[in-house]
Structures are given as structure tokens and as C-alpha cells.
């Protein structure tokens, strides 16, 4: 028995992903977009076993509030959307009105358009914004780096208890344990390590896609 996680070769990534949910064709067909109509940013868009398990984790722990921080062209969006439970709704923050537009044609055509409300502002300003106190079952947080400690400033005091905070690219393609990081791959070391020491939350780091921090909200 290994000690530590394997590493995925092409062939077994794609093993995975045949193993991971049953991507729909408006799935496929927003990944196949993002891919060539945008294709130097299309690196921003989460993996496909990745959105299996966005979906499976909010049907998992019942989410029926929750809120995103970076939509780019919507998958992870319409991943928690369909998972929340009946009458869930869901708050994506973003700024970019030209990626949104393309996430809300997929959450037209995938049904889930009335359980998201998209809000195109900075997400600092509308997180600091919100009611104070618990409110949320699963927040995702996938956006600048830089501003990672912001979000989690705003967002651990409004999850509710037993909540989860999911945080993407915390391995920064595992540069997060090369030496002269990026001032952005600093930047996510820096706050890992702050997840890590938080007490208000119990973590764990899983080497999914670019990696994700789950965080348990304590009582």
C-alpha cells in the first residue's frame, strides 16, 4: 500500500474523468466552448472530474445556500446549481461581463438559471456587503490569487455550521513547493498555511485537478 497519492499519467487522468459523473452534452459542449472561442483563458475553467464533484459534494451535505467567488464561463456554477438541494439558490461573484455572458447561456439551456444570481462587481465589495452571520452551506472560492485571503475573510463568518469552503488551485500546478515562487504561487502559500492554522475550520487539502482546500465550518 502507497503512503502518498499517485500520480496521473494522461491515459489514467482520462480514467478518471470516464469514472467521475456523467457529463451531459451542454457540459461538454461549454467545455468544448471555452476551449477554442477562449482559448488563452481557457485554462480558468475548473476540470471535468472536478465539476462531477462540485455536484456530488453539494448534494453530499444538502447545500441549499451557497456562493461562488470567480465564474469565469460558468462550470463550476452550473456544478454546485444542479446539486443544490430544492429551492437552493447560489450568488456567483465575477467582474467580466463577457465571460458571464457566456455562462448564462448554459445555465439557460441547463435549467438552472432561477437558482443562480450573478452579481458583476467586485467580489470583495460584494461579500463585505452581505448580512452579517451564518448564512451559506458551500462556498467555492476560485479567482485572483492575491485576494484568496480577502474572500476567506468575508466568506468563514457567514458559512454555517458545518459548511464547506472549497478553495481551487492550492497547488499551483505544484510550484506551492518549488523554491523563487511567483508572487501569485506566494501568495497561495501564504494563505494555505493560514487555512491550516485557522481554528474556526477543520481542512484538508485533496490533489484534485490543480489541487482544493475543503474546509469544515466548526460549530
Known sequence: MSSQ?????DELNAYVVAHSGNPDSIVLDLIEETRTALAESADMQIAPDQSAFMTFLA???????AVEVGTFTGLSALSIARGLAPGGKL???DVSEEFTAVARRYWDKAGVSD???????????????????????LAFIDADKSSYPIYWAEIVPRMRPNGVIVVDN????????????????AAIIA????????ERVESVMIPLADGLTLARKLA
Not at 497519492?5 to 499519467?9: C, Q, R
Request: charged share 25%; net charge negative; aromatic share 4%.
Open 5 to 9: 497519492s499517485i500520480g496521473l499519467s
Open 170 to 185: 492550492v497547488l499551483r500546478h505544484g510550484t506551492v513547493v518549488e523554491p523563487d515562487p511567483s508572487p501569485d504561487t
Open 91 to 93: 450568488l456567483c461573484c
Open 59 to 65: 448534494r453530499l451535505i444538502g447545500a441549499r445556500d
Open 115 to 137: 437558482r443562480i444570481e450573478l452579481r458583476i462587481a467586485p467580489a470583495a465589495a460584494t461579500l463585505a456587503a452581505l448580512p452579517e452571520g451564518p448564512q451559506f452551506d
Open 191 to 198: 494563505f494555505n498555511d493560514h487555512v491550516h492554522a485557522d
